[in-house]
């Protein structure tokens, strides 16, 4: 009830202070004083630098790039390091491959054929989940052999696979010792923070010099991608057990293992699986991306088919990647959901059935994999039916005739948007000298971020002049903000009617959990066959990928308003209009704030990854660094900027948010403390949090 | 020593240390960066719980606590929300580190002892019930009951066979395989009870078991604690803030206020003669005459009491003497061991009965 209180005196404080927010004047000021500069010093000082122009930090990054080619075999560093590391990686990867893709001898065969495989996922499906996804799975894997894509899935499953070994390797013990020791907690918490607001696409790159290029690295950058997922949740898991029931097992004179295995894995094993289930989503979506390091698998087809704005090739690679999403999504649920029903006592004939079930399963499957290391069609899938080139042919029609006939509508949205947003607002930050655009984002930081996430800021921009990618930066940078607001814009719509109507939330939530099990990469494909390769095309690629994140982080939070408080509105005679705008969107202002950090986080990423359909600027030069060996180094540098970009829009929203907490919601924060921390630390607390707001009275 | 001569009812008591389980000296618990410090500081030490906060911000919970609990009584920790009470239980396991003090259980120095010793002793010897329980619940009853014994080592079958026992007694039987979710409160803090048994301890503490409960199921669970009481005469101290609970089931009662002792004694004896204004506030609403025995009723005997008059010894609870005080023409004689020590008569009882604020 308390809490209901505090947040009533909270919006009471927020009607009164926010009726001319304190911001509003300097924010008008400074974009005022921008037009001005932008229009008078139009073009000087704006440090513009040619697509296939180079720096000579460039340059230089060419120079370490062909250093390390040199020395590869030779230096200490990556003989019994680097190297190392990659051999154990490949290793595995070496032998996944082996099993389901191909071997290195005669007919280059795998060991376990499509039949055998596919019967042998099914029954790992039933006895993990249930019979239902045991039948999706059985399906699932058949369609990739019906597209013609068999060999190209098995890569990009037997990587993940990889992938997701090592990740759940190092991230469960990681998570349990976070989850055990606040410790550890502290020390682990920035690295995941970073790992997360790092763009997937960014540190390709880097690994490829280092671990060079192929699946090793591959999996390398997806365990990097992957397993924070699974080492937050294990640590949350751990965490969040209830102190009661670890009190009454110490009070029976548990040891500490006894305490771990007995107690707090058993309760922590959902928000585990949980994890696991994020883990293997991440996985599968890097896998694919990083067919640009030569990475085999159904991301080569997507890549190919971009590249070559071939529509329908990507589309059915990308069908396959989202099948196989679809697929590992629901089976981890299922396994989930299992861990749960498991222990709990069904039926004793219903268990037993289901153990001679599994127990003929198995049977069969020593049959099938039996027939596809023995008989020629049972290891290899039959190319007569290929209906992957077919689809392929009608989605290049399809896509055509969209193109055709709704040209007028795509591409006058496509124009009007470009020329009258997107176009002046880029042309804004780009044309006006760098120092002003500095000044405008560091006033912007100041207002909403506070002092450090502005001296955070003014750090990320110096690197981004230092690297040399100025311009290229700003044009991102005006993708990114133009594609935030179009999220944010969509996400208060939708998230506020979600929030206010759980019918209309169980209408949509669905669509959207499905929206984010689907791989990044793949989200480029529709848009690419609606509006060709152009700017806006990553744009709305961005908007639609990021959308689902920022719609659910709005609408919890509008539906954890309390009820009494709109309650207490209605009472007195608010329409639903004032309810949303005095109540509701105010009180979940930790909420707005929240979404727009995770959505300028996803829109960065995906506009980055834009580059590959037009999308110009940093994406690009990432690109380019892939594919052409003398811009690399650019590519490097633009690998670099990205994360600047990233950590500074992270930490400018991420402080704002910190300073919506520190209103009277937030005390839940301290309830959490221990009773006699309460006193001396609560206190101390109290104040750092409202330090920043000092700043600007 | 000298609190466990008062032993109020528990007559098995003799004289001697080995009657003694738990003896608690000199006991803080502070909470603090600095707690061992203030402890050890003699001016600190002399200040009171809120003046301890004022200079330092440490909270202390247990300030310099000392009595005996003796083998098979109900000894009653009661105070109200932020005593200290839940604090000292706990210290008697080390489930939470004293800062400073002795506890000794049979002879053994618990704060001295190592980690896997002090294991062993709550293995063993003393187990706990806790107010929310803190059952496993991906575990069915029986497994939950059958835990200490796991963690013990001890194979699948003895431990079911002495968890089947132990529901049997807290009257479980026939939910050995629910799941705690799938109980009522009052079923899940028998699980709880069954638990602290299936060890066969020395010692079992309670931590406010029932205040989670209903009134009803809380009255139940009461005559259970007294029922397993009476039958295996093992040692309980019982946390609670409800003193009609405490003088129900407790045979010594102390009272904590700001994490210290304001008085120590039989039920009785609180509500007989409360220490201060603290205890008098606590008693107040007690129905006296259900509580107080004839010993603190009693006037002089008067002159002209015939020698053949009725009488009653000075265990008998008030109510328990009104029929044959009513009965009686004259006043009743009150004899304590062969002993008369005074006399009731009709108007003493019906003050007590009707007034209860008459002092």
């Given at each position: 009830m308390s809490a209901g209180d505090l947040l009533q005196r909270d919006s009471k404080a927020v009607t009164i202070r926010r009726r001319i927010p304190r911001w509003a004047y300097p924010l008008a000021i400074v974009i005022v004083?921008?037009?001005?500069?932008?229009?008078?010093?139009?073009?000087?000082?704006?440090?513009?630098?040619?697509?296939?122009?180079?720096?000579?930090?460039?340059?230089?990054?060419?120079?370490?790039?062909?250093?390390?080619?040199?020395?590869?075999?030779?230096?200490?560093?990556?003989?019994?390091?680097?190297?190392?590391?990659?051999?154990?990686?490949?290793?595995?990867?070496?032998?996944?491959?082996?099993?389901?893709?191909?071997?290195?001898?005669?007919?280059?065969?795998?060991?376990?054929?499509?039949?055998?495989?596919?019967?042998?996922?099914?029954?790992?499906?039933?006895?993990?989940?249930?019979?239902?996804?045991?039948?999706?799975?059985?399906?699932?894997?058949?369609?990739?052999?019906?597209l013609g894509l068999w060999t190209e899935s098995m890569a990009t499953f037997a990587l993940t696979l990889t992938a997701v070994f090592f990740s759940l390797l190092i991230g469960?013990?990681?998570?349990?010792?976070?989850?055990?020791?606040?410790?550890?907690?502290?020390?682990?918490?920035?690295?995941?923070?970073?790992?997360?607001?790092?763009?997937?696409?960014?540190?390709?790159?880097?690994?490829?010099?280092?671990?060079?290029?192929?699946?090793?690295?591959?999996?390398?950058?997806?365990?990097?991608?992957a397993a924070p997922p699974v080492t937050r949740l294990t640590a949350h898991g751990i965490r969040t057990v209830p102190a009661t029931v670890a009190e009454a097992a110490d009070s029976l004179g548990v040891s500490r293992s006894q305490r771990l295995w007995t107690v707090l894995l058993p309760l922590a094993r959902r928000s585990i699986v949980v994890g696991i289930n994020q883990s293997v989503m991440a996985?599968?979506?890097?896998?694919?991306?990083?067919?640009?390091?030569?990475?085999?698998?159904?991301?080569?087809?997507?890549?190919?088919?971009?590249?070559?704005?071939?529509?329908?090739?990507?589309?059915?690679?990308?069908?396959?990647?989202?099948?196989?999403?679809?697929?590992?999504?629901?089976?981890?649920t299922a396994a989930s959901t299992r861990a749960e029903v498991a222990a709990r006592?069904?039926?004793?004939?219903?268990?037993?059935?289901?153990?001679?079930?599994?127990?003929?399963?198995?049977?069969?499957?020593?049959?099938?994999?039996?027939?596809?290391r023995t008989v020629l069609w049972a290891a290899q899938f039959p190319t007569e039916v290929n209906f992957g080139d077919w689809l392929a042919e009608v989605i290049n029609g399809f896509s055509t005739w969209v193109q055709h006939t709704f040209s007028l509508v795509t591409i006058n949205l496509n124009e009007v948007f470009t020329v009258w947003i997107l176009n002046p607002f880029q042309a804004m930050l780009t044309e006006t000298p760098f120092i002003l655009v500095a000044l405008?984002?560091?006033?912007?930081?100041?207002?909403?971020?506070?002092?450090?996430?502005?001296?955070?800021?003014?750090?990320?921009?110096?690197?981004?002049?230092?690297?040399?990618?100025?311009?290229?930066?700003?044009?991102?940078?005006?993708?990114?903000?133009?594609?935030?607001?179009?999220?944010?814009?969509?996400?208060?719509?939708?998230?506020?009617?979600?929030?206010?109507?759980?019918?209309?939330?169980?209408?949509?939530?669905?669509?959207?959990?499905?929206?984010?099990?689907?791989?990044?990469?793949?989200?480029?494909?529709?848009?690419?066959?609606?509006?060709?390769?152009?700017?806006?095309?990553?744009?709305a690629a961005a908007i639609i990928y990021a959308a689902p994140v920022a719609i659910k982080i709005i609408a919890d939070g509008v539906s954890a308003v309390s009820k009494n408080t709109v309650e207490a509105a209605e009472s007195t005679g608010s329409n639903p209009w004032q309810i949303i705008t005095?109540?509701?969107?105010?009180?979940?202002?930790?909420?707005?704030?929240?979404?727009?950090?995770?959505?300028?986080?996803?829109?960065?990423?995906?506009?980055?990854?834009?580059?590959?359909?037009?999308?110009?600027?940093?994406?690009?030069?990432?690109?380019?660094?892939?594919?052409?060996?003398?811009?690399f180094g650019k590519g490097l540098a633009a690998g670099v900027a990205i994360v600047m970009l990233g950590i500074m829009l992270d930490r400018i929203t991420q402080a704002a948010a910190q300073r919506n907490m520190r209103t009277p919601g937030a005390s839940e924060v301290n309830t959490a403390h221990q009773h006699h921390q309460r006193t001396k630390k609560g206190t101390n607390h109290e104040i750092d949090k409202r330090q920043p707001a000092a700043l600007l009275q | 020593m000298s609190t466990t001569a008062v032993a109020g009812t528990d007559t098995e008591s003799a004289a001697g240390s080995l009657d003694v389980d738990f003896s608690i000296r000199n006991l803080w618990k502070v909470f603090g960066s600095d707690a061992a410090k203030i402890v050890a500081d003699p001016a600190m030490a002399q200040l009171s719980a809120d003046e301890i906060l004022e200079k330092t911000g440490c909270v202390t919970a247990v300030r310099n606590v000392s009595f005996d609990v003796a083998r098979g009584e109900v000894f009653v920790i009661m105070g109200l929300s932020g005593s200290g009470k839940s604090t000292l239980v706990r210290c008697f396991t080390r489930l939470i580190e004293p800062t400073a003090g002795q506890v000794m259980m049979r002879g053994q120095d618990i704060l001295n002892l190592g980690a896997s010793e002090l294991r062993e002793v709550r293995r063993r010897k003393v187990s706990m019930v806790f107010q929310h329980f803190g059952l496993l619940p991906f575990r069915s009853v029986i497994d939950n009951a059958a835990f200490g014994l796991?963690?013990?080592?001890?194979?699948?079958?003895?431990?079911?066979?002495?968890?089947?026992?132990?529901?049997?007694?807290?009257?479980?039987h026939g939910y050995e395989d629910r799941f705690p979710d799938q109980l009522s409160g009052g079923m899940q803090q028998r699980v709880g009870l069954a638990r602290a048994l299936a060890s066969d301890p020395d010692v079992l503490l309670f931590?406010?078991?029932?205040?989670?409960?209903?009134?009803?199921?809380?009255?139940?669970?009461?005559?259970?604690?007294?029922?397993?009481?009476?039958?295996?005469?093992?040692?309980?101290?019982?946390?609670?803030?409800?003193?009609?609970?405490?003088?129900?089931?407790?045979?010594?009662?102390?009272?904590?206020?700001?994490?210290?002792?304001?008085?120590?004694?039989?039920?009785?004896?609180?509500?007989?003669?409360?220490?201060?204004?603290?205890?008098?506030?606590?008693?107040?609403?007690?129905?006296?005459?259900?509580?107080?025995?004839?010993?603190?009723?009693?006037?002089?005997?008067?002159?002209?009491?015939?020698?053949?008059?009725?009488?009653?010894?000075?265990?008998?609870?008030?109510?328990?003497?009104?029929?044959t005080v009513l009965g009686s023409p004259v006043p009743v004689r009150v004899v304590d061991n062969g002993v008369t020590i005074g006399v009731v008569d009709r108007d003493a009882i019906l003050r007590e009965v009707a007034g209860e604020k008459s002092f």
């Open positions: 004083a921008w037009l001005i500069g932008w229009r008078i010093f139009n073009n000087m000082l704006n440090l513009p630098l040619q697509t296939a122009q180079t720096t000579p930090f460039h340059l230089w990054l060419d120079q370490v790039n062909n250093w390390v080619g040199d020395n590869r075999d030779s230096s200490p560093v990556f003989v019994y390091f680097f190297d190392a590391i990659r051999d154990i990686v490949g290793w595995l990867a070496s032998m996944f491959t082996q099993i389901f893709v191909h071997t290195d001898v005669g007919l280059q065969l795998p060991e376990i054929g499509w039949l055998g495989v596919i019967v042998l996922v099914t029954w790992i499906a039933w006895l993990i989940g249930n019979y239902k996804v045991a039948i999706l799975t059985a399906a699932g894997f058949l369609t990739f052999g019906l469960i013990p990681v998570g349990v010792a976070a989850g055990l020791s606040p410790r550890v907690e502290r020390l682990v918490t920035p690295v995941l923070d970073f790992m997360q607001i790092l763009p997937s696409f960014v540190y390709l790159a880097p690994l490829a010099l280092v671990f060079s290029i192929g699946p090793a690295s591959a999996v390398i950058a997806t365990v990097i991608y996985a599968l979506s890097m896998v694919t991306i990083a067919a640009l390091i030569a990475a085999p698998g159904l991301g080569v087809p997507v890549l190919q088919g971009l590249q070559s704005l071939n529509v329908g090739v990507a589309f059915v690679a990308g069908l396959a990647i989202v099948i196989l999403a679809i697929v590992l999504d629901r089976v981890t006592s069904t039926s004793a004939g219903r268990k037993r059935a289901r153990r001679v079930g599994l127990i003929i399963g198995l049977a069969i499957t020593a049959i099938a994999i039996y027939l596809s405008v984002i560091l006033t912007v930081a100041l207002l909403f971020g506070g002092i450090r996430a502005t001296i955070v800021s003014a750090l990320c921009l110096t690197v981004i002049i230092a690297v040399g990618l100025w311009e290229d930066s700003m044009i991102t940078l005006a993708s990114t903000i133009i594609a935030t607001i179009v999220t944010m814009a969509l996400g208060i719509v939708v998230g506020v009617a979600m929030g206010r109507s759980t019918r209309i939330d169980r209408l949509i939530r669905p669509g959207l959990d499905a929206a984010q099990t689907m791989p990044s990469f793949v989200y480029l494909v529709p848009f690419l066959g609606l509006f060709g390769p152009s700017r806006f095309t990553a744009i005095k109540v509701q969107l105010p009180m979940s202002r930790k909420s707005l704030t929240l979404a727009t950090n995770q959505g300028l986080i996803y829109v960065l990423a995906m506009v980055v990854i834009g580059g590959l359909i037009g999308g110009g600027a940093l994406g690009y030069d990432v690109v380019a660094g892939f594919s052409q060996i003398s811009l | 796991e963690i013990r080592g001890i194979g699948k079958a003895a431990r079911h066979a002495r968890a089947h026992e132990v529901i049997e007694l807290v009257g479980l931590d406010e078991p029932f205040s989670a409960l209903d009134p009803l199921i809380r009255r139940d669970m009461q005559a259970e604690v007294i029922r397993l009481h009476r039958d295996m005469g093992k040692t309980m101290v019982f946390v609670t803030h409800d003193l009609t609970e405490a003088l129900k089931l407790g045979d010594r009662i102390v009272i904590m206020g700001h994490g210290e002792m304001v008085q120590i004694g039989t039920g009785d004896e609180l509500v007989g003669a409360p220490a201060n204004d603290y205890v008098a506030d606590f008693v107040s609403d007690v129905s006296r005459s259900q509580v107080l025995t004839l010993k603190w009723v009693v006037t002089p005997v008067p002159d002209d009491l015939p020698g053949d008059g009725p009488s009653l010894p000075a265990t008998t609870v008030i109510v328990d003497a009104i029929p």
